[in-house]
């Protein structure tokens, strides 16, 4: 094994040559962004399609690594990654390569309905791809389309089963099956799903019900009545705040226990809680190992299923595969929801949690096999190239420029906090921050916001610290210009 060493060093040198000989080495600004040709394809594109959230558009032919390329021809280093969802930044030559194989080609035109037809190499996918790497405990795994859908099946399952307990284990017997074609009891049962202030779990009828990082993605939408718990809110530096933020722990903990205490009153129980590590597109906001620890206590007291929601923080930006290793549970999460940067979406499930029958748990898709195949080569970058241990060591002197940029301007920027590359910077406004990314961009950085006033960093693992002091240096000079 050690013999090995010096082929597997020289191999990781090797790729991050390559992939380093093709990036462009700054960015380079031709336009305003978005420039004449982003506006016109938007006009183009306005009568027939929403254009409202459309920033630009982006010439991916052109992209590469950690640099993206818009249709004006604007290179900006990247931090934002199509929301947190580029685990190897663009157009990656293994990807790339790994596209072109004909089992890829077949998937793509000849698109099986997984639910009912899979491929005879997707159970081998789906080993190769997702046990590889599952949360530890956890081994079981559904696929599924994205987040939203992952995070929606993930709580139809959690009610499968809290149903089945009361029922001693059996599955519906006619009176629940007549009852619920016309949504009565007890075929349709009373239960809720606990959620927190600042949540973001998607945009579907039933995860709005759990989402509340802001109003306009929850306005004009009827609700459940479900509870909204308090989520901590730290103040940083950690370490000089320690008594203020133990007890936001303790409050938010007490705040839980009460609100399932109210609903079962309520006759509706809380059946699943769902809780993102990093409460990502609400703003950045953390909650300590101790907090998640006592979470995970009241679920098990409680008889409650725990769902952790790693749709954004999975994938190893957080310094390991998924950012709630860092917890140290007693015992694991009884569901793990992903997406974004392991590029299909799904979830891990307990093996008590497995439902019996089939189409309760089913779509056309239940995922995509080309999303599989271009995730094992992802897992497999990851650990040739040691991604994970260089994300964690750029991780740590990222957040030290971070630091030191906000002790450089302490009138304009607070609350540097982040856990690897996954990190954040609070502003006093939210049209100061708009102006601080508006900005940024202009200057080749391209960036985004989160929550109220937050700017997020959502670099690819391939991010070096060539990088990180482009990024700061823009950073820095697009800071003094607001």
Same mark, same amino acid.
């Given at each position: 094994?050690?013999?090995?060493?010096?082929?597997?060093?020289?191999?990781?040198?090797?790729?991050?040559?390559?992939?380093?000989?093709?990036?462009?080495?700054?960015?380079?600004?031709? &336009?305003?962004?978005?420039?004449?040709?982003?506006?016109?394809?938007?006009?183009? @594109?306005?009568?027939?399609?929403?254009?409202?959230?459309?920033?630009?558009?982006?010439?991916?032919?052109?992209? +590469?690594?950690? *640099?993206?390329?818009?249709?004006?021809?604007?290179?900006?280093?990247?931090?934002?990654?199509?929301?947190?969802?580029?685990?190897?930044?663009?157009?990656?030559?293994?990807?790339?390569?790994?596209?072109? /194989?004909?089992?890829?080609?077949?998937?793509?035109?000849?698109?099986?309905?997984?639910?009912?037809?899979?491929?005879?190499?997707?159970?081998?996918?789906?080993?190769?791809?997702?046990?590889?790497?599952?949360?530890?405990?956890?081994?079981?795994?559904?696929?599924?389309?994205?987040?939203?859908? =992952?995070?929606?099946?993930?709580?139809?399952?959690?009610?499968?089963?809290?149903?089945?307990? %009361? %029922?001693?284990?059996?599955?519906?017997?006619?009176?629940?099956?007549?009852?619920? @074609?016309?949504?009565?009891?007890?075929?349709?049962?009373?239960?809720?799903?606990?959620?927190?202030?600042?949540?973001?779990?998607?945009?579907?009828?039933?995860?709005?019900?759990?989402? %509340?990082?802001?109003?306009?993605?929850?306005?004009?939408?009827?609700?459940?009545?479900?509870?909204?718990?308090?989520?901590? %809110?730290?103040?940083?530096?950690?370490?000089?705040?320690?008594?203020?933020?133990? =007890?936001?722990?303790?409050?938010?903990?007490?705040? !839980?226990?009460?609100?399932?205490?109210?609903?079962?009153?309520?006759?509706?129980?809380?059946?699943?809680?769902? !809780?993102?590590?990093?409460?990502?597109?609400?703003?950045?906001?953390?909650?300590?190992?101790?907090?998640?620890?006592?979470?995970?206590?009241?679920?098990?007291?409680?008889?409650?299923?725990?769902?952790?929601?790693?749709?954004?923080?999975?994938?190893?930006?957080?310094?390991?595969?998924?950012?709630?290793?860092?917890?140290?549970?007693?015992?694991?999460?009884?569901?793990?929801?992903?997406?974004?940067?392991?590029? &299909?979406?799904?979830?891990?499930?307990?093996?008590?949690?497995?439902?019996?029958?089939?189409?309760?748990? *089913?779509?056309?898709?239940?995922?995509?096999?080309?999303?599989? *195949?271009?995730?094992?080569?992802?897992?497999?970058?990851?650990?040739?190239?040691?991604?994970?241990?260089?994300?964690?060591?750029?991780?740590?002197? +990222?957040?030290?420029?971070?630091?030191?940029?906000?002790?450089?301007?302490?009138?304009?920027?607070?609350?540097?906090?982040?856990?690897?590359?996954?990190?954040?910077?609070?502003?006093?406004?939210?049209?100061?921050?708009?102006?601080?990314?508006?900005?940024?961009?202009?200057?080749?950085?391209?960036?985004?916001?989160?929550?109220?006033?937050?700017?997020?960093?959502?670099?690819?693992?391939?991010?070096?610290?060539?990088?990180?002091?482009?990024? +700061? /240096?823009?950073?820095?000079?697009?800071?003094?210009?607001?």
């Amino acid at each position: 094994m050690l013999s090995r060493l010096p082929r597997v060093a020289t191999l990781q040198a090797r790729n991050a040559s390559a992939i380093a000989s093709q990036e462009p080495s700054a960015p380079s600004m031709k &336009t305003a962004v978005p420039g004449p040709k982003s506006k016109q394809l938007r006009e183009q @594109m306005d009568p027939i399609h929403q254009t409202a959230s459309v920033r630009m558009f982006v010439d991916f032919e052109k992209s +590469f690594g950690n *640099y993206i390329v818009d249709a004006d021809g604007n290179t900006m280093l990247d931090i934002y990654t199509q929301i947190s969802s580029l685990p190897l930044g663009y157009n990656h030559p293994d990807l790339v390569k790994a596209a072109a /194989d004909p089992k890829f080609i077949t998937s793509l035109v000849s698109r099986p309905a997984l639910g009912s037809f899979p491929r005879t190499d997707f159970p081998s996918g789906i080993s190769h791809a997702l046990t590889s790497i599952a949360p530890k405990g956890l081994k079981a795994v559904q696929t599924m389309l994205c987040g939203t859908s =992952a995070n929606e099946n993930a709580i139809k399952q959690a009610f499968i089963w809290y149903m089945a307990q %009361r %029922r001693g284990g059996a599955p519906p017997d006619a009176a629940h099956l007549e009852s619920c @074609m016309v949504q009565q009891k007890p075929g349709t049962p009373s239960l809720s799903v606990l959620g927190f202030q600042g949540s973001f779990h998607g945009r579907s009828l039933c995860m709005l019900s759990v989402t %509340r990082s802001k109003a306009i993605h929850k306005v004009d939408i009827p609700a459940l009545d479900w509870p909204i718990a308090k989520f901590p %809110r730290y103040k940083y530096p950690l370490k000089d705040n320690k008594e203020y933020n133990d =007890a936001q722990d303790r409050e938010c903990l007490k705040d !839980v226990e009460e609100k399932i205490q109210e609903w079962k009153k309520k006759d509706n129980d809380v059946a699943a809680i769902i !809780v993102e590590p990093i409460q990502a597109e609400g703003g950045d906001h953390y909650g300590s190992p101790q907090f998640f620890q006592g979470l995970r206590d009241i679920t098990k007291k409680n008889g409650v299923v725990f769902i952790v929601d790693e749709v954004q923080t999975g994938g190893g930006a957080t310094g390991d595969v998924w950012a709630h290793a860092h917890w140290n549970l007693s015992s694991p999460p009884d569901i793990v929801t992903f997406s974004k940067k392991l590029l &299909t979406g799904g979830y891990y499930y307990a093996d008590h949690l497995k439902v019996k029958e089939g189409y309760r748990i *089913y779509n056309t898709w239940c995922g995509d096999p080309t999303k599989l *195949y271009l995730l094992e080569k992802v897992v497999e970058v990851i650990q040739r190239d040691n991604l994970i241990e260089k994300t964690k060591s750029v991780g740590e002197k +990222f957040q030290k420029a971070l630091a030191e940029l906000q002790a450089s301007h302490s009138s304009k920027l607070s609350q540097a906090r982040g856990r690897g590359t996954f990190a954040a910077i609070d502003l006093p406004t939210s049209a100061l921050r708009d102006k601080l990314v508006d900005t940024a961009i202009a200057n080749g950085l391209h960036c985004g916001g989160c929550g109220d006033k937050t700017l997020r960093f959502r670099p690819a693992l391939i991010f070096g610290e060539k990088h990180l002091e482009i990024a +700061f /240096d823009i950073l820095d000079k697009s800071v003094k210009q607001i």
